[in-house]
């Protein structure tokens, strides 16, 4: 038989509400787990359709790709039809490669300067703290 509210001594109440709140925990770990579960089973089927719509992109470019090919050979040689087109790609991917380049320069390195910057001036401010201060001082 449990014990009334008025009937229970304090040390029954704490065990109580020490078991209830772990119950509770326990609820939303468990609430959290099958969100997230739900949500990775969205993010993996989204992330499997990118891959497929890329694959058709590929496929659909080298169609393009061909086209452009025949429609020039009706004026030029099939084989310089086919040189030009390969050029023309090349100096594309040539420009997509420096355009890459410069944004992979313009984030190296690879270290949060603003952060470690942050942290020295943090750091410098507690140094030279007296100790009968409240707040930091930071020289300028």
Known sequence: ??????DASMGE????LSDEVSGLVR???????LELTEKAKHTGKGAGAFGAAGLLALYGLGVLIATA???LSLVLDAW???LLVGVVIL?????????GKKQVSEGAP??????TESIKRDVEAVKHR????????STP
Do not use: F, H, N, W
């Not at 109440?13 to 109580?16: K, T």
């Not at 609820?27 to 787990?33: F, K």
């Open 69 to 71: 090919i025949l429609a």
């Open 80 to 82: 310089l039809a086919a």
């Open 110 to 115: 690879l270290k949060p300067e603003r952060a």
């Open 27 to 33: 609820g939303e770990l468990e609430l959290a787990r």
């Open 130 to 137: 007296r100790p009968d201060d409240r707040t930091a001082r």
């Open 91 to 99: 100096a594309i991917a040539g420009i997509v490669a420096l355009l």
């Open 13 to 16: 109440l704490v065990s109580r």
């Open 1 to 6: 038989m449990t014990a009334q509210p008025s």
